[in-house]
């Protein structure tokens, strides 16, 4: 998936449906707080409203708590996006060009983050339900978010994840499932460092965020 600028009741029942709310992403946080790393190779589709698949894609994840992410994608093209928990930057190697963001200020453009963090201030930006088969996180109305919905599924088994699924802005449905997942081992602090290569255009966006 390219990266996209790295990335909703009324009435007597309102008080009812937050507390719904409320406690359902307690329950997805306490399942979160076991956690602590998720490695796994993943497999990509891509499709539009009308579910017409538009790409396929490989890659691998790996997260570790709080806040660090690395994400490689392998096919149609190699990007790499890694967080340290502080900045955060992304790859593109055909481009030959990084951008360096804060990751702090990710959380305002995809819920993704929420994976990797228990911060009270960053979960109240957005709604938790329980559906079938996991859990759904979408921004509340006054959170701007390049994100619609994230739908996650967990393995029938443990804590580690199955599938993702987030819907954009445009319409668009990018479907990650996961294999050969391995939750709560030791990963280097390395693993989620990034040097800028030589020569590459460097796109610093942490002073305007």
């Given at each position: 998936?390219k990266?996209?600028?790295?990335?909703?009741?009324?009435?007597?029942?309102?008080?009812?449906?937050?507390?719904?709310?409320?406690?359902?992403a307690?329950?997805?946080?306490?399942?979160?707080?076991?956690?602590?790393?998720?490695?796994?190779s993943?497999?990509?589709?891509?499709?539009?409203?009308?579910?017409?698949?538009?790409?396929d894609?490989?890659?691998?994840?790996?997260?570790?708590?709080p806040?660090?992410?690395?994400w490689?994608?392998?096919?149609?093209?190699?990007?790499?996006?890694v967080?340290?928990?502080?900045?955060?930057?992304?790859?593109?190697?055909f481009?030959?060009?990084v951008?360096?963001?804060?990751?702090?200020?990710?959380i305002?453009?995809t819920?993704?983050?929420?994976?990797?963090?228990?911060?009270?201030?960053?979960?109240?930006?957005?709604d938790?339900?329980?559906?079938?088969?996991?859990?759904?996180?979408?921004?509340?109305?006054?959170?701007?978010?390049?994100?619609?919905?994230?739908?996650?599924?967990?393995?029938?088994?443990?804590?580690?994840?199955?599938?993702?699924?987030?819907?954009?802005?445009?319409?668009?449905?990018?479907?990650?499932?996961?294999?050969?997942?391995?939750t709560?081992?030791?990963?280097?602090?390395?693993?989620?460092?990034?040097?800028?290569?030589?020569?590459?255009?460097?796109?610093?966006?942490?002073?305007?965020?």
């Amino acid at each position: 998936m390219k990266f996209k600028t790295i990335a909703l009741v009324l009435g007597l029942s309102c008080g009812f449906v937050s507390q719904s709310f409320a406690n359902e992403a307690e329950s997805l946080k306490l399942k979160l707080r076991s956690l602590n790393t998720f490695e796994a190779s993943f497999t990509q589709k891509v499709k539009d409203e009308e579910g017409t698949l538009l790409q396929d894609g490989t890659g691998n994840i790996a997260l570790k708590y709080p806040s660090k992410i690395r994400w490689q994608q392998l096919e149609p093209d190699e990007t790499l996006l890694v967080s340290d928990g502080n900045k955060t930057f992304y790859f593109d190697s055909f481009a030959e060009q990084v951008t360096v963001m804060n990751t702090a200020g990710l959380i305002d453009t995809t819920p993704f983050i929420l994976l990797t963090t228990q911060d009270k201030a960053q979960w109240e930006k957005y709604d938790v339900s329980k559906t079938t088969v996991g859990y759904r996180i979408s921004p509340k109305p006054n959170v701007e978010s390049q994100v619609e919905l994230l739908d996650i599924v967990f393995a029938s088994a443990g804590v580690a994840i199955d599938s993702l699924s987030i819907k954009d802005a445009s319409g668009q449905t990018s479907t990650f499932k996961f294999s050969n997942a391995k939750t709560n081992i030791e990963l280097d602090d390395k693993s989620f460092t990034f040097k800028i290569p030589h020569g590459v255009v460097i796109d610093d966006q942490t002073a305007s965020e």
